[in-house]
Every structure is written in structure tokens, then in C-alpha cells.
């Protein structure tokens, strides 16, 4: 099983700030099958990008995210008041499908 | 438009067994490429993924929950069910089910909708 580990644990900016969110993996996730997610309190997780660097439907284009291999990256350009959340990443290249513990995005 | 929509019991008893539907619209689970997952989250921690039903009804299982977890659909009643045996307060946390058209050669897949999810509670 693939275990991702994401930094930091906290990250705290301010509306306007550029945003740079980690997740490492402990073996290569085959063909860069990577997704991010933005979760809000009690609501569902939203996916913002797949294959590690194609954004969802809809997703603004202040996400980004890039990587291959064990390491990847979700940057969030310009921070907007709706963007503080926690992040989620997932591989899915291989069974099982595992997320990383996620990074609180708060602002300061 | 998708929409998925969890429901079933809130509390459940150690030992029981939990069974939840997912009922969706939206999409078909006729169309290839498709399927719908289920995945939970306990009270302030990461997601955990389930299982996975395809449109060929091939299914995935978490390796650790195998032995305990069974996911079914009904197409024409677009509902997929999951149950879960022998449960434990270890169980609890939010369900979610989830659409996918992100399936790839592994068999897993990235979410792309997402239900509102439902909180069970596993306790005597």
C-alpha cells in the first residue's frame, strides 16, 4: 500500500498569498494517477485536480498542480477567502486507492 | 446534473451489521468507464476508500476491510449498496458514495462527485 504523507500539517497565509501544498509518496505513483481535494466543514470532498496536473470541471484557474514520480505539488496562486479549507491528496494508480492525512489551509 | 445520495442508520451496535444505499442520478452505471465507490471518514481524519463497483460489475475491495464489506448495485433502481459486517466503534465515522469516470488500469479511480455523505455512529 502506497502512503502519502502531506506538508505541511498547517498552513496559515492570508487572502492574496500564494499557497504551496506537499505530498509525498512512499513508492511511485504508477503514470502520475494523483487527485487533490478541497474539503469545507462538514461537507463532502471536492476534487479539484487528477492526473496530477488536470484540473476538474469548474475548478478556477488559480489551482494548479504538478509532480511525478513520489512527489507532488497543489499551488494555489492568489488565495481567495473560499480557498481556506483542508487538502487532500490521493494516488489511485494501485490498489488501494490511499489519501494523505491532509493540510489546514488557515488564514492568518 | 450528478447527484448521490447516502442513506441508512445513524447508530449502529458492535457486532451488527450496517447496510447502506446510495441512490444517484445523473449517469448510468450501464455506461462504460463508470463506477461508484465507497468511501468513509472518521471524525477528523483523512478519508479511507472501500470499495468500487464498475459498469461491468467487477468490483474492488479495500484489502483491509475484505473480508467484512460487499458492494452491490441495482441499475435499474440506480442504487448501490454497501454492507458491512461485524462492525465495530472503529467503524464509525462519515459514509460517502462517489461517481468516478477517472477509472484507470489499476482499477482505482479519482472522484469526481460526491455525495453529501452520512454519519454512523457504531456504539452499545
Known amino acids: 500500500e502506497i502512503v502519502l504523507t502531506q506538508s505541511p500539517g498547517t498552513l496559515s497565509l492570508s487572502p492574496g498569498e500564494g499557497a504551496t501544498l506537499s505530498c509525498r509518496a512512499s513508492?511511485?505513483?504508477?503514470?502520475?494517477?494523483l487527485a487533490w481535494y478541497q474539503q469545507k466543514p462538514g461537507q463532502a470532498p471536492r476534487l479539484l485536480i487528477y492526473g496530477a496536473s488536470t484540473r476538474a470541471t469548474g475548478i478556477p484557474d488559480r489551482f494548479s498542480g504538478s509532480g511525478s514520480g513520489t512527489d507532488f505539488i497543489l499551488t494555489i496562486s492568489r488565495l481567495e477567502p473560499e480557498d481556506f479549507a483542508v487538502y487532500y491528496c490521493?494516488?489511485?494508480?494501485?490498489?488501494?486507492?490511499?489519501f494523505g492525512q491532509g493540510t489546514r489551509l488557515d488564514i492568518k | 446534473q450528478i447527484t448521490l445520495k447516502e442513506s441508512g442508520p445513524t447508530l449502529v451496535k458492535p457486532t451488527q451489521t450496517l447496510t447502506l444505499t446510495c441512490t444517484f442520478s445523473g449517469f448510468s452505471l450501464r455506461t462504460s468507464g463508470v463506477g461508484v465507490a465507497w468511501i468513509r471518514q472518521p471524525p477528523g481524519k483523512a478519508p479511507e476508500w472501500l470499495a468500487l463497483?464498475?459498469?461491468?460489475?467487477?468490483?474492488r475491495y479495500s484489502p483491509s476491510l475484505k473480508s467484512r464489506v460487499t458492494i452491490t448495485k441495482d441499475t435499474s433502481k440506480k442504487q448501490v449498496v454497501l454492507t458491512m459486517t461485524n462492525v465495530d466503534p472503529v467503524d464509525t465515522g462519515t459514509y460517502y458514495c462517489?461517481?468516478?469516470?477517472?477509472?484507470?488500469?489499476?482499477?482505482?479511480?479519482?472522484?469526481?462527485?460526491w455525495g453529501q455523505g452520512t454519519l454512523v455512529t457504531v456504539s452499545s
Open positions: 513508492q511511485s505513483v504508477f503514470s502520475s494517477y
Open positions: 463497483i464498475y459498469w461491468d460489475d467487477n468490483r
Open positions: 490521493q494516488q489511485y494508480g494501485s490498489l488501494p486507492g490511499t
Open positions: 462517489a461517481h468516478s469516470r477517472f477509472i484507470v488500469p489499476s482499477g482505482m479511480a479519482a472522484f469526481d462527485d
